[in-house]
């Protein structure tokens, strides 16, 4: 059963790290929960107490329970996150533009008006 809870909140905060644009060291930075711990929960390794739980939610304005809820992962987000990491391939002067063209996208994807 807490496995369950550990792939829901990872896969949820994933989605939420990808939407908001916010990189892990910046989450890390704004919660003030180590990095290394933000990405056992990012790889679903550990979940985080309650207290952890909750400066997450803020710092990605959503609420705990969203974050702890099971849902199905999005499959653009998949496709995009995919995308992402191939584009680190590219010259870094390409990079930057794309990634913030498929972070909007997706920004517009998740309020339905794409």
Do not use: W
Request: with cysteine.
């Amino acid at each position: 059963m807490i496995l369950f809870h550990i792939m829901s909140f990872s896969n949820n905060l994933k989605t939420e790290l990808f939407y908001s644009g916010i990189q892990q060291k910046k989450l890390s930075e704004q919660t003030g929960i180590p990095y290394p711990t933000i990405t056992d929960y990012i790889n679903g390794r550990s979940l985080p107490n309650i207290v952890n739980g909750v400066k997450i939610a803020q710092a990605l304005n959503v609420s705990v329970e969203y974050l702890v809820t099971e849902r199905e992962i999005d499959n653009n987000v998949k496709q995009a996150t995919t995308i992402i990491k191939d584009l680190n391939t590219l010259p870094p002067v390409l990079v930057r533009p794309l990634k913030e063209f498929i972070h909007c996208l997706a920004l517009l994807m998740k309020r339905n008006e794409v």
